[in-house]
């Protein structure tokens, strides 16, 4: 499976951009599918993840409320939608597919799962 991120920009605070991370190879329905973050001199982090079905969905308690993850397995896409976008959003964002195909917390936004990630793609949002 690869997987290319994009949909990253320049976008002021309070504003909204949305992700994409399109799969090619594989098959991409029986993957759950997460976005994490690396901010400049930070380490990467977890911001949302969704499962397989779609039935299962986690998010940081930073981005809560903000962002919303989707999927279209017919599309092999997974959206991020990010609303009210602060300073501290600022970092490449990357998306992550793994072959688990359960619901458990601290499995699915850990790393251990994910073995294809994405090139990531860049957010900066500033004014």
């Known amino acids: 499976v690869q997987l290319q991120a994009s949909g990253g920009g320049l976008v002021q605070p309070g504003g909204s951009l949305s992700l994409s991370c399109r799969a090619y190879?594989?098959?991409?329905?029986?993957?759950?599918v997460g976005w994490f973050r690396q901010a400049p001199g930070k380490e990467r982090e977890f911001v949302a993840v969704?499962?397989?079905?779609?039935?299962?969905?986690y998010y940081a308690a930073s981005v809560k409320g903000r962002f919303t993850i989707s999927r279209d397995n017919a599309k092999n896409t997974v959206n991020l939608q990010m609303n009210n976008l602060k300073p501290v959003d600022t970092a490449v964002y990357y998306c992550?597919?793994?072959?688990?195909?359960?619901?458990?917390?601290?499995?699915?936004?850990?790393?251990?799962?994910?073995?294809?990630w994405g090139q990531g793609t860049e957010l900066t949002v500033s004014s």
């Open positions: 992550a597919a793994g072959a688990y195909t359960g619901d458990y917390y601290w499995t699915l936004t850990g790393f251990d799962i994910y073995d294809y």
């Open positions: 190879g594989g098959t991409f329905s029986r993957y759950a």
């Open positions: 969704i499962t397989y079905t779609g039935e299962t969905i």
